[in-house]
């Protein structure tokens, strides 16, 4: 008992948030799209070999 509450909510939740459609702001999302592919938000730093983390790679070398 008492599931019936807790359905209709949840049920209610659903249906909003399948029917919301909120404006949709096309100059921000062009300002981002044009960010991507400026290469702006690119992470330049150097990284580790994956090689070096990579413990199959050092049981075939005969490293173990």
């Known amino acids: 008992m008492g599931r019936g509450r807790a359905k209709a909510k949840q049920t209610k939740v659903a249906r909003q ?9 096309l100059s921000a999302l062009e300002r981002e799209l044009h960010r991507e592919s400026s290469g702006a938000d690119r992470d330049d730093t150097p990284r580790p070999d994956e090689d070096d983390y990579d413990e199959y790679g050092k049981w075939a070398a005969g490293e173990r």
Do not use: M, N, S
């Open 17 to 25: 948030l399948k029917y919301y459609t909120p404006d949709t702001d």
